[in-house]
């Protein structure tokens, strides 16, 4: 809810903050609340319920649409920043991180202090935090989300603490909690007094990760539950300090270059995308992205792409730092130039495409992709030659013509067989006779894009008399209601 505050400020004026706020997302049966404002709270609305629900209830009810994977990429972000108080963080859930502080507290004067330095560098960032410290991971999950926040539980307590909260805290699924609550068993207390053999035979079928029992273990240090945290992602950077202040980057470039290369040349990548930032004395910063058709890490093509792109940046009164960062990289292995001087074609066209895409811009320099489509005009578009290699070819499960006709030219059908293709028909004034065909191949309208009322189309491979081969379709079928009798078009010529 903070992220979406920040975004939706910059754009647009928030509701009052009298006005209850939920974010949705999509659910096994339409929209359910996702996240909600103080406000939502308050009037008792709850994490996972319906929208239509909540709306009947509250008919003042403002939605919003959750960017469920913006934040879970937040998430990923700020559990690598949190190891500025201890080495080991992950991300917990959709809305947790967790760390490891074992021998990190006395670092920040201890548990309490260091509590203190989390919730005010949150802030800091415009993100509320629920914090909460205790001996086992589960424990510390669900003192920070159902015991208030900011508690510092020990090991003799955790029994203790964890008794009056919700089952629902040990954070298994809904319909565990409403089987629990149904025996009887609505708080983690209840659930401990419980004899552990009864309740083994009710769930011995469940995972560990939405057994309650398992997580219970958990909590209370029965079972281990380590903490599996990601390594750091490896940054791939070349910086240069100066001694003082200067105006010019250019003559820095080459020893960044090179610099920046060989780290990657250890590992046998190549640079897909560079940034270049420089770092003012005024406290600013400025950058410039280059990216790449292909992986290089050729130092005088490096320098040539980022040379041509630092026209127009402000230096300030001067600048002492700067960095070239490979911000995407891809294997590259190490190579020899051949024996006999032969130049390499395909390294050559990306070399030309990056030099293109520097000086006139991503938009300039295009070519063609496939895009998913049910109509065969709509499969190909131009896209920046850049970043086309990222687009997903469509599953062609038939032949289709070399070359199609943009748009398709309706013909005169003078002859057509029932429920098939047209026996003569003339295209540009020519008359033709088929002898075979193959067909029909119905291709549906797009309902997210065409309008209201438009025609299938029904398809076919027709060969005439000279042999020439033909891809036509009959736009619509006698009775759809959706227009007239049905039209003749040739969209394609087969090789």
């Known amino acids: 809810m903070d992220r979406w505050r920040r975004i939706t400020a910059q754009q647009r004026t928030l509701p009052d903050d009298e006005v209850p706020v939920v974010l949705a997302r999509e659910g096994s049966h339409g929209p359910v609340v996702h996240a909600m404002n103080a406000e939502a709270a308050q009037r008792d609305v709850l994490v996972g319920a319906r929208v239509v629900d909540v709306q009947a209830i509250h008919p003042d009810l403002h939605v919003e649409q959750a960017d469920t994977a913006g934040d879970t990429a937040l998430l990923d972000r700020l559990a690598l920043w949190a190891r500025r108080w201890c080495p080991w963080t992950v991300r917990d859930g959709l809305d947790g991180i967790a760390l490891d502080v074992s021998g990190a507290a006395h670092l920040f004067g201890g548990e309490a202090q260091m509590l203190r330095d989390i919730g005010t560098r949150f802030k800091m960032q415009g993100l509320s935090t629920r914090l909460a410290i205790a001996p086992t991971r589960g424990a510390a999950q669900m003192l920070a989300r159902f015991g208030g926040g900011g508690v510092i539980c020990e090991a003799e307590d955790v029994e203790v603490a964890l008794a009056p909260l919700p089952v629902a805290a040990l954070r298994i699924e809904e319909d565990t909690v409403r089987l629990l609550q149904r025996l009887g068993l609505k708080t983690v207390g209840r659930l401990m007094e419980v004899p552990r053999v009864a309740l083994m035979r009710r769930f011995d079928r469940l995972a560990a990760e939405v057994n309650p029992l398992v997580l219970l273990d958990r909590a209370l240090g029965r079972a281990g539950d380590p903490l599996n945290a990601p390594e750091d992602a490896q940054r791939w950077m070349a910086r240069v300090r100066l001694a003082e202040p200067v105006i010019d980057p250019v003559p820095h470039l080459e020893g960044l270059a090179a610099d920046l290369c060989r780290q990657m040349a250890k590992a046998e990548l190549g640079a897909r995308r560079l940034r270049l930032t420089i770092y003012r004395v005024d406290g600013e910063w400025r950058s410039r992205d280059v990216a790449l058709a292909s992986a290089s890490r050729d130092v005088a093509h490096l320098v040539r792409l980022m040379g041509g792109k630092l026209e127009g940046i402000d230096p300030g009164f001067g600048f002492d730092l700067l960095t070239l ?86 013909i005169a059908v003078l002859y057509a067989v029932p429920e098939g293709p047209p026996a003569r028909f003339r295209w540009r004034r020519v008359s033709y006779l088929t002898t075979r065909h193959e067909g029909p191949e119905r291709i549906a309208p797009e309902w997210w894009r065409d309008r209201p009322g438009t025609r299938l189309r029904d398809y076919y491979k027709v060969e005439v008399r000279d042999g020439r081969r033909f891809w036509l379709f009959r736009q619509g079928i006698l009775g759809d209601g959706r227009g007239g009798d049905p039209g003749w078009f040739v969209q394609g010529v087969f090789a």
Do not use: C, F, I, N
């Not at 130049?343 to 293109?356: E, F, H, I, N, S």
């Not at 687009?391 to 006709?405: G, K, M, N, T, Y």
């Open 325 to 410: 960062e490979a911000l995407r990289v891809e294997p590259l292995a190490l190579h020899q130039d051949p024996l006999d001087g032969r130049r390499d074609a395909g390294r050559d066209v990306a070399a030309l495409l990056d030099r293109l895409t520097a000086k006139l811009g991503p938009e300039k320099v295009t070519w063609s992709a496939w895009v998913q489509s049910h109509k065969p005009e709509r499969m190909e578009q131009r896209v920046p030659a850049l970043v086309a290699d990222g687009q997903d070819a469509p599953v062609l499960l038939r032949e289709r013509p070399l070359r199609l006709l943009e748009p398709p030219e309706e």
